[in-house]
């Protein structure tokens, strides 16, 4: 059935992409989207790939097509949060994140993404709130510890920040 080949299509395409053929991975992208123009993980996988390669107004579009099939796809707020916070975007940026962060509230990814926009706007108190729950999730991320370290570094907090890093 066309819904198992787009399937396969997308797969196929992400390992285009992992391997870096691009061209590759949107030919098979496109033909998914024909076959099975519904599938929200194929529209927010294609942004991943379009963010990837600096098309991040392109990726804007897939991850609304995404979210209009599948309003709480947390992996599409997330994605749509972090391009928008690259395009100068921080209050829509900060309404996805926290989106995302509602849609899945254990996903420590969520939680580091926001901690991320935090610090870009000089919130380094939220950016610790949203690290420290990240690591509650997951003790071994390195990125949340690294988020928290650059926190705490924008704190004064030196000591903690070397801790965080090592």
């Known amino acids: ?8 299509l997308n797969d196929r395409a992400m390992a285009y992409a992992k391997a870096g053929r691009y061209r590759l991975a949107f030919a098979d992208f496109n033909a998914s989207a024909k076959l099975f123009p519904e599938n929200a993980a194929l529209y927010n996988n294609r942004a991943a ?7 991040r107004d392109e ?3 897939d991850l609304d097509r995404a ?3 599948a309003p709480k796809s947390a992996a599409a707020l997330a994605n749509r ?3 928008k916070a690259a395009l100068g975007q921080p209050i829509s940026a900060l309404e996805d994140l926290a989106a995302a962060v509602k849609a899945l509230p254990r ?5 580091i993404n926001r901690a991320k926009l935090y610090l870009k706007q000089g919130r380094s108190r ?3 709130r949203d690290a420290a729950r990240a690591l509650e999730l997951n003790a071994r991320n390195p990125a949340a510890y690294r988020v928290r370290a650059e926190a705490r570094l924008a704190e004064g907090e ?9």
């Open 49 to 55: 790939v379009l963010i990837a390669v600096g098309l």
């Open 126 to 128: 939220a950016a610790l």
């Open 107 to 111: 996903d420590p990814q969520a939680f």
């Open 158 to 166: 030196v000591d903690d920040a070397i801790k965080d890093m090592s």
């Open 1 to 8: 059935p066309n819904d198992r080949r787009a399937i396969i």
């Open 81 to 83: 949060g972090s391009v």
């Open 67 to 69: 979210l209009a099939l």
């Open 59 to 61: 990726a804007i579009k």
